[in-house]
T-cell receptor, first 112, second 113 residues
Framework: QKEVEQNSGPLSVPEGAIASLNCTYS??????FFWYRQYSGKSPELIMS????GDKEDGRFTAQLNKASQYVSLLIRDSQPSDSATYLC????????????FGKGTKLSVKP | KAGVTQTPRYLIKTRGQQVTLSCSPI?????VSWYQQTPGQGLQFLFE???????NKGNFPGRFSGRQFSNSRSEMNVSTLELGDSALYLC????????????FGQGTRLTVV
Protein backbone atom coordinates (compact mmCIF):
# COMPACT_ATOMS: atom_id res chain seq x y z
CA GLN A 1 0.00 0.00 0.00
CA LYS A 2 1.63 3.22 -1.16
CA GLU A 3 1.36 5.92 1.45
CA VAL A 4 2.04 9.58 2.04
CA GLU A 5 2.40 10.54 5.67
CA GLN A 6 1.88 13.96 7.18
CA ASN A 7 1.55 15.20 10.73
CA SER A 8 -2.13 16.08 11.06
CA GLY A 9 -1.41 19.00 13.37
CA PRO A 10 -2.76 21.42 14.14
CA LEU A 11 0.48 23.31 13.72
CA SER A 12 0.20 26.71 15.33
CA VAL A 13 2.69 29.50 14.56
CA PRO A 14 2.66 33.22 15.34
CA GLU A 15 2.28 35.72 12.55
CA GLY A 16 5.62 36.47 10.91
CA ALA A 17 7.20 33.16 11.91
CA ILE A 18 8.35 30.33 9.65
CA ALA A 19 5.96 27.40 9.32
CA SER A 20 7.56 24.06 8.51
CA LEU A 21 5.43 21.28 7.06
CA ASN A 22 6.77 17.80 6.46
CA CYS A 23 5.81 14.78 4.41
CA THR A 24 7.24 11.31 3.85
CA TYR A 25 6.26 8.90 1.09
CA SER A 26 6.66 5.18 0.62
CA UNK A 27 6.95 4.77 -3.16
CA UNK A 28 10.62 5.08 -4.15
CA UNK A 29 9.67 5.42 -7.81
CA UNK A 30 7.56 8.57 -7.31
CA UNK A 31 8.85 11.33 -9.56
CA UNK A 32 6.67 14.39 -8.99
CA PHE A 33 5.83 16.09 -5.71
CA PHE A 34 3.27 18.75 -4.95
CA TRP A 35 1.94 20.89 -2.15
CA TYR A 36 -1.69 21.97 -2.18
CA ARG A 37 -3.43 24.37 0.15
CA GLN A 38 -7.05 23.74 1.04
CA TYR A 39 -9.20 26.24 2.87
CA SER A 40 -12.19 24.88 4.76
CA GLY A 41 -15.03 24.14 2.37
CA LYS A 42 -12.92 24.82 -0.71
CA SER A 43 -11.04 22.66 -3.20
CA PRO A 44 -7.25 22.12 -3.10
CA GLU A 45 -5.15 24.86 -4.67
CA LEU A 46 -1.70 24.04 -6.05
CA ILE A 47 1.02 26.15 -4.43
CA MET A 48 4.28 24.33 -5.20
CA SER A 49 5.62 21.56 -7.40
CA UNK A 50 9.09 20.01 -7.18
CA UNK A 51 10.65 17.29 -9.29
CA UNK A 52 14.35 17.11 -8.39
CA UNK A 53 16.35 16.98 -5.19
CA GLY A 54 17.05 20.26 -3.46
CA ASP A 55 15.15 23.44 -2.79
CA LYS A 56 12.68 25.36 -4.90
CA GLU A 57 11.61 28.83 -3.86
CA ASP A 58 8.52 30.78 -4.92
CA GLY A 59 7.87 33.96 -2.98
CA ARG A 60 7.36 33.10 0.68
CA PHE A 61 7.23 29.38 -0.07
CA THR A 62 10.16 26.96 -0.30
CA ALA A 63 9.75 23.30 -1.15
CA GLN A 64 12.52 20.86 -0.31
CA LEU A 65 12.90 17.37 -1.72
CA ASN A 66 15.18 14.55 -0.62
CA LYS A 67 14.47 11.43 -2.70
CA ALA A 68 17.01 9.30 -0.82
CA SER A 69 15.16 9.94 2.43
CA GLN A 70 11.75 9.96 0.68
CA TYR A 71 11.02 13.28 2.29
CA VAL A 72 9.37 16.48 1.11
CA SER A 73 8.90 19.65 3.09
CA LEU A 74 7.31 23.06 2.69
CA LEU A 75 8.54 26.17 4.45
CA ILE A 76 6.34 29.24 4.66
CA ARG A 77 8.25 32.36 5.61
CA ASP A 78 6.65 35.41 7.22
CA SER A 79 3.48 33.42 7.90
CA GLN A 80 0.23 35.35 7.66
CA PRO A 81 -3.21 34.61 9.15
CA SER A 82 -4.39 34.08 5.56
CA ASP A 83 -2.01 31.09 5.37
CA SER A 84 -4.21 29.27 7.89
CA ALA A 85 -5.44 26.23 5.99
CA THR A 86 -4.82 22.52 5.55
CA TYR A 87 -1.72 21.73 3.50
CA LEU A 88 -1.80 18.56 1.45
CA CYS A 89 1.30 16.78 0.23
CA UNK A 90 0.82 14.79 -2.98
CA UNK A 91 3.16 12.49 -4.90
CA UNK A 92 2.73 10.67 -8.17
CA UNK A 93 2.08 6.94 -7.99
CA UNK A 94 5.37 5.57 -9.31
CA UNK A 95 5.90 6.62 -12.89
CA UNK A 96 2.23 7.38 -13.39
CA UNK A 97 1.37 10.82 -14.67
CA UNK A 98 -2.25 10.96 -13.72
CA UNK A 99 -2.51 9.40 -10.29
CA UNK A 100 -1.66 11.42 -7.22
CA UNK A 101 -1.39 9.90 -3.76
CA PHE A 102 -2.31 12.43 -1.09
CA GLY A 103 -1.42 12.69 2.54
CA LYS A 104 -4.25 13.51 4.89
CA GLY A 105 -2.95 17.02 5.35
CA THR A 106 -1.50 19.22 8.07
CA LYS A 107 -3.75 21.90 9.50
CA LEU A 108 -1.83 25.15 9.93
CA SER A 109 -3.05 27.97 12.17
CA VAL A 110 -1.26 31.32 12.06
CA LYS A 111 -2.07 33.43 15.10
CA PRO A 112 -2.08 37.25 14.76
CA LYS B 1 -7.81 31.38 -19.04
CA ALA B 2 -10.77 29.51 -17.60
CA GLY B 3 -10.16 27.05 -14.80
CA VAL B 4 -11.59 23.63 -14.17
CA THR B 5 -15.37 23.63 -14.02
CA GLN B 6 -17.40 21.02 -12.19
CA THR B 7 -21.16 20.71 -12.25
CA PRO B 8 -23.31 20.52 -10.32
CA ARG B 9 -21.80 22.04 -7.16
CA TYR B 10 -24.23 20.30 -4.82
CA LEU B 11 -26.37 17.19 -5.09
CA ILE B 12 -28.70 15.35 -2.76
CA LYS B 13 -29.63 11.83 -3.78
CA THR B 14 -31.41 8.89 -2.21
CA ARG B 15 -29.83 5.50 -1.58
CA GLY B 16 -30.08 3.27 -4.60
CA GLN B 17 -30.20 6.10 -7.11
CA GLN B 18 -27.46 6.90 -9.57
CA VAL B 19 -25.67 10.17 -10.21
CA THR B 20 -23.58 11.72 -12.98
CA LEU B 21 -21.01 14.43 -12.32
CA SER B 22 -19.35 16.55 -14.97
CA CYS B 23 -15.91 18.11 -15.30
CA SER B 24 -14.62 20.51 -17.95
CA PRO B 25 -10.81 20.75 -17.85
CA ILE B 26 -8.58 23.70 -18.58
CA UNK B 27 -8.37 24.36 -22.29
CA UNK B 28 -5.57 22.28 -23.81
CA UNK B 29 -5.42 19.81 -20.95
CA UNK B 30 -5.98 16.22 -22.02
CA UNK B 31 -5.96 14.48 -18.64
CA VAL B 32 -8.80 14.47 -16.14
CA SER B 33 -8.50 12.68 -12.81
CA TRP B 34 -11.26 12.14 -10.29
CA TYR B 35 -10.88 12.02 -6.51
CA GLN B 36 -13.17 11.41 -3.59
CA GLN B 37 -12.58 13.41 -0.43
CA THR B 38 -14.05 12.43 2.93
CA PRO B 39 -13.07 13.59 6.43
CA GLY B 40 -11.93 10.12 7.43
CA GLN B 41 -10.10 8.94 4.31
CA GLY B 42 -8.85 12.20 2.86
CA LEU B 43 -8.38 12.48 -0.90
CA GLN B 44 -8.56 9.15 -2.69
CA PHE B 45 -7.93 8.56 -6.37
CA LEU B 46 -10.81 7.17 -8.40
CA PHE B 47 -9.58 7.11 -12.00
CA GLU B 48 -7.82 9.10 -14.68
CA UNK B 49 -8.73 9.63 -18.30
CA UNK B 50 -6.32 10.73 -21.00
CA UNK B 51 -7.37 11.23 -24.61
CA UNK B 52 -10.68 9.43 -24.01
CA UNK B 53 -9.00 6.34 -22.48
CA UNK B 54 -8.95 5.31 -18.86
CA UNK B 55 -5.25 5.29 -18.07
CA ASN B 56 -5.28 4.69 -14.30
CA LYS B 57 -7.80 3.32 -11.85
CA GLY B 58 -7.97 3.41 -8.06
CA ASN B 59 -9.44 0.88 -5.65
CA PHE B 60 -13.10 1.69 -5.88
CA PRO B 61 -15.97 -0.70 -6.68
CA GLY B 62 -17.36 -1.01 -10.16
CA ARG B 63 -20.31 1.21 -9.19
CA PHE B 64 -17.93 4.09 -9.88
CA SER B 65 -17.29 4.64 -13.55
CA GLY B 66 -16.29 7.42 -15.86
CA ARG B 67 -15.68 8.48 -19.39
CA GLN B 68 -14.02 11.22 -21.35
CA PHE B 69 -15.23 12.88 -24.50
CA SER B 70 -13.26 14.05 -27.51
CA ASN B 71 -13.24 17.63 -26.15
CA SER B 72 -11.59 16.29 -22.94
CA ARG B 73 -14.68 16.91 -20.83
CA SER B 74 -15.24 14.04 -18.43
CA GLU B 75 -18.12 12.55 -16.53
CA MET B 76 -18.18 10.18 -13.63
CA ASN B 77 -21.13 8.06 -12.70
CA VAL B 78 -21.98 6.37 -9.44
CA SER B 79 -24.72 3.76 -9.54
CA THR B 80 -26.71 2.25 -6.68
CA LEU B 81 -25.70 5.00 -4.29
CA GLU B 82 -24.85 4.13 -0.71
CA LEU B 83 -24.75 6.41 2.33
CA GLY B 84 -20.97 6.04 2.39
CA ASP B 85 -20.73 7.65 -1.04
CA SER B 86 -21.47 11.02 0.53
CA ALA B 87 -18.34 13.03 -0.14
CA LEU B 88 -16.76 15.89 -2.03
CA TYR B 89 -15.91 14.71 -5.54
CA LEU B 90 -13.06 16.58 -7.15
CA CYS B 91 -11.71 16.50 -10.63
CA UNK B 92 -8.22 17.60 -11.55
CA UNK B 93 -7.04 18.73 -14.96
CA UNK B 94 -3.49 18.43 -16.30
CA UNK B 95 -1.58 18.16 -19.55
CA UNK B 96 -1.03 14.52 -18.67
CA UNK B 97 2.70 14.22 -19.22
CA UNK B 98 5.30 13.41 -16.61
CA UNK B 99 6.10 16.25 -14.23
CA UNK B 100 3.07 18.33 -15.07
CA UNK B 101 0.84 20.04 -12.57
CA UNK B 102 -2.76 19.19 -11.77
CA UNK B 103 -5.39 21.82 -11.01
CA PHE B 104 -8.62 21.10 -9.20
CA GLY B 105 -12.15 22.21 -9.87
CA GLN B 106 -14.44 23.50 -7.13
CA GLY B 107 -15.83 20.04 -6.52
CA THR B 108 -19.27 18.51 -6.32
CA ARG B 109 -20.65 17.94 -2.83
CA LEU B 110 -22.75 14.76 -2.95
CA THR B 111 -25.03 13.89 -0.07
CA VAL B 112 -26.77 10.51 -0.07
CA VAL B 113 -29.78 10.22 2.24
Amino acid sequence: QKEVEQNSGPLSVPEGAIASLNCTYSDRVSQSFFWYRQYSGKSPELIMSIYSNGDKEDGRFTAQLNKASQYVSLLIRDSQPSDSATYLCAVTDGGSQGNLIFGKGTKLSVKP
Amino acid sequence: KAGVTQTPRYLIKTRGQQVTLSCSPISGHRSVSWYQQTPGQGLQFLFEYFSETQRNKGNFPGRFSGRQFSNSRSEMNVSTLELGDSALYLCASSQGQLNTEAFFGQGTRLTVV
